[in-house]
T-cell receptor, first 115, second 113 residues
Framework: DTAVSQTPKYLVTQMGNDKSIKCEQNLGHDTMYWYKQDSKKFLKIMFSYNNKELIINETVPNRFSPKSPDKAHLNLHINSLELGDSAVYFCASSRSGGAHGETQYFGPGTRLLVL | GDSVTQMEGPVTLSEEAFLTINCTYT??????LFWYVQYPGEGLQLLLKATKADDKGSNKGFEATYRKETTSFHLEKGSVQVSDSAVYFCALPRNSGNTPLVFGKGTRLSVIA
């Protein structure tokens, strides 16, 4: 019954590796997001998609490539991982992405540690 | 641009104490305002929201009132419990299409028995 799910929950990897994080929502929402939470708990938007189309790319390095195969899924692939990529990555979704008062629903997060 | 300023923690309270976490915002127009909570090791959950001036959002004993005069949305609870220990985030939608949230820096609350 999980509304927004992410896999894996934990990811430990070496610098230079390539990894992917998957996100799925079963709420029937049109819009999905990736946020990054740094070690100080600061949350910042990375990408948003609406109906599989990229809407916002918040000056994220092009080592990060989101992919939305359908509107229920938004995956995040990261190439050539760097130490500074260590963070918690949250997927979120909302019904339409623009309606006033619209709630965003968050996944449990993926804790990425780059060694 | 749109922004949120939130009191920095950590905040440590005894059980049954009164809680206030301050939040002020800068935005064009009158955005919806949100409080999200992050319990240890978990994702963010919506705690409450308000969509227009003077609205009061409430949930689980927490309340916040949308004050456009002071551009504030302070979170309050009359009697905190140990289970309220978490990080609290004030947020608003950025003023653009397919609007992501802009978050405050979060306030860590620890409640001790």
């Amino acid at each position: 019954d999980t509304a927004v799910s992410q896999t894996p929950k934990y990811l430990v990897t070496q610098m230079g590796n390539d990894k992917s994080i998957k996100c799925e929502q079963n709420l029937g929402h049109d819009t999905m997001y990736w946020y990054k939470q740094d070690s100080k708990k600061f949350l910042k938007i990375m990408f948003s998609y609406n109906n599989k189309e990229l809407i916002i790319n918040e000056t994220v390095p092009n080592r990060f490539s989101p992919k939305s195969p359908d509107k229920a899924h938004l995956n995040l692939h990261i190439n050539s991982l760097e130490l500074g990529d260590s963070a918690v990555y949250f997927c979120a979704s909302s019904r339409s992405g623009g309606a006033h008062g619209e709630t965003q629903y968050f996944g449990p997060g993926t804790r990425l540690l780059v060694l | 641009g749109d922004s949120v300023t939130q009191m920095e923690g950590p905040v440590t309270l005894s059980e049954e104490a009164f809680l206030t976490i301050n939040c002020t915002y800068t935005a064009t127009g009158y955005p919806s305002l949100f409080w999200y909570v992050q319990y240890p090791g978990e994702g963010l959950q919506l705690l409450l929201k308000a969509t227009k001036a003077d609205d009061k959002g409430s949930n689980k004993g927490f309340e916040a009132t949308y004050r456009k005069e002071t551009t504030s949305f302070h979170l309050e609870k009359g009697s905190v419990q140990v289970s309220d220990s978490a990080v609290y985030f004030c947020a608003l939608p950025r003023n653009s299409g397919n609007t992501p949230l802009v978050f405050g820096k979060g306030t860590r609350l620890s409640v001790i028995a």
